[in-house]
């Protein structure tokens, strides 16, 4: 994966600096992104952005795959548009693919993972059609997003989070708000 190319900022190249982090929560749909993600900014008082919304609200796509029932982003749109609101940080971006973002953008990458057997009825009481659930099924089973999170980021900013259950999203909230006061603290401008 090539997200950074054709830009100055490359795999090496130094985080811009920012005052808070942005944190990046990617996974299979269904396994809890945008409840773990709302909770957290509850939590942490950052600002939740929810990249599926956002390509709806603002026309950020090419128009619907109707075989998938899904927008077809058009990527180049979404980066222009959500550079500026990534500058400053304080971001959690909520999206299931995470191989088109600038590596630069990203401080935490929290990839969530849930069991078959519980991802199945969350994905079916959304009503997709069986081949989007099948679909879905697999890109969870063959573990694709997290494969893409370790191809495109630094491996020590990646995390793997069970979210199976309340007690596990309540757990993997308190984890990335303990691991934002660290940041805090480790990043303080003199
Ligand atoms: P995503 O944003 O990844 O598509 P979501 O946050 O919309 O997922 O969650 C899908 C549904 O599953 C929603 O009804 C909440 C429920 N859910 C998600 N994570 C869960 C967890 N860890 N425990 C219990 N329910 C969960």
């Known amino acids: 994966m090539d997200s950074d190319s ?8 130094p985080h811009f600096p920012r005052d808070l982090p942005n944190i990046l929560i990617t996974g299979t749909p269904g396994t809890g992104k945008t409840t773990t993600s709302e909770m957290t900014a ?3 008082g950052l600002k939740h952005i929810n990249v599926g919304d956002l390509v709806k609200a603002k026309s950020l796509h090419e128009g619907l795959d109707t075989e998938y029932d899904s927008y077809i982003l058009d990527e180049d749109k979404l980066i222009d548009e959500m550079e500026e609101m990534m500058k400053p940080g304080g971001n959690i971006v909520d999206f299931h693919t995470c191989e088109i973002f600038p590596e630069r953008w990203f401080d935490l990458v929290v990839v969530l993972r849930t069991d078959n057997g519980v991802l199945y009825p969350r994905l079916e009481s959304r009503g997709y059609n069986t ?29 793997e989070l ?12 308190s984890r990335i708000k303990a691991w934002m006061d660290h940041w805090i603290v480790n990043n303080k401008k003199e």
């Open 6 to 13: 054709g830009s100055d900022y490359g795999r090496e190249a």
């Open 42 to 44: 509850e939590a942490t």
């Open 131 to 159: 081949k989007k659930i099948n679909e879905n099924m697999e890109c969870e089973i063959m573990q694709v997003v997290l494969e893409e999170a370790r191809e495109s980021y630094a491996e020590q900013i990646v995390i």
């Open 162 to 173: 069970q979210s199976n259950s309340i007690e596990q999203m309540e757990e993997n909230v």
